[in-house]
């Protein structure tokens, strides 16, 4: 079974840092483009960052540039988010996602983020 | 970035009716290639996102044949044919065009 699980969120006070870390399971890791989104409470859908298959390319939202890093280790299948300078509209569930928009579309089931003082 | 509008907000659906929800963006989503880089997804209470319907028309593994998308350019739809009470939830369209890929705001559906 092809699976995608999050971990490494919680509390943290406005300045401070987190990593998610996102492993994955029943499926080649290195073959994928891989993607965070992030749903605010009761909000909608916002696209977050993107990687490359082998990590040499990455993207991100401007609300994020600068404090956020993307990276991932494909010998161990796990797709990373470094979180810096965490504000408080960053409190969200983050979702590790597969070839997000294609046909191999596959989501986690999501980490909680709050920031809150 | 592109800006994306669905219609309606929300609606309600007797069992075996059809529904039907509308995107559109603010710029187009076609490519070269003759794709519409355009995505549906559902997201039921509790849950994370599903893949509906990607490049525009294309049903996602396992997705009922009584879903389908159309359109190009820059307005699609996306349609059931006859709701049926575990189609509830949040349906999201979502451009994969250029980044920063954007999501429209949400159609809640639900089953009277």
């Known amino acids: 079974e092809e699976q995608l699980v999050e971990s490494g969120g919680g509390l943290v006070q406005p300045g401070g840092s987190l990593r998610l870390s996102c492993v994955a399971s029943?499926?080649?890791?290195?073959?994928?483009?891989m993607h965070w989104v992030r749903q605010g409470p009761g909000q909608g859908l916002v696209w977050v960052s993107h990687?490359?298959?082998?990590?040499?390319?990455?993207d991100y939202a401007d609300s994020v540039k600068g404090r956020f890093t993307i990276s991932r280790d494909n010998a161990k299948s796990t797709l990373y988010l470094q979180m810096n300078s965490l504000r408080v509209e960053d409190s969200a569930i983050y979702y590790c996602?597969?070839?997000?928009?294609?046909?191999?579309?596959?989501w986690g089931q999501g980490t909680l983020v709050t920031v809150s003082s | 970035d592109i800006v994306m509008t669905q219609s309606p907000f929300s609606l309600a659906v007797t069992p075996g009716e059809p529904a039907s929800i509308s995107c559109k963006s603010s710029?187009?989503?076609?490519?070269?290639?003759?794709?519409?880089?355009l995505a549906w997804y559902l997201q039921k209470p509790g849950q994370s996102p599903q893949l509906l319907i990607y490049?525009?028309?294309n049903r996602a593994s396992g997705v009922p044949d009584r879903f389908s998308g159309s359109g190009a350019g820059t307005d699609f739809t996306l349609k059931i044919s006859r709701v049926e009470a575990e189609d509830a939830g949040v349906y999201y369209c979502?451009?994969?065009?250029?980044?920063?890929?954007?999501f429209g705001q949400g159609t809640k559906l639900e089953i009277k």
């Open positions: 029943g499926f080649t890791f290195s073959n994928y483009w």
């Open positions: 979502l451009q994969g065009q250029q980044t920063p890929f954007t």
């Open positions: 990687i490359q298959r082998d990590g040499s390319f990455t």
């Open positions: 996602v597969r070839d997000l928009w294609g046909r191999e579309d596959h």
């Open positions: 490049v525009g028309s």
């Open positions: 710029q187009s989503l076609l490519r070269s290639n003759g794709r519409n880089y």
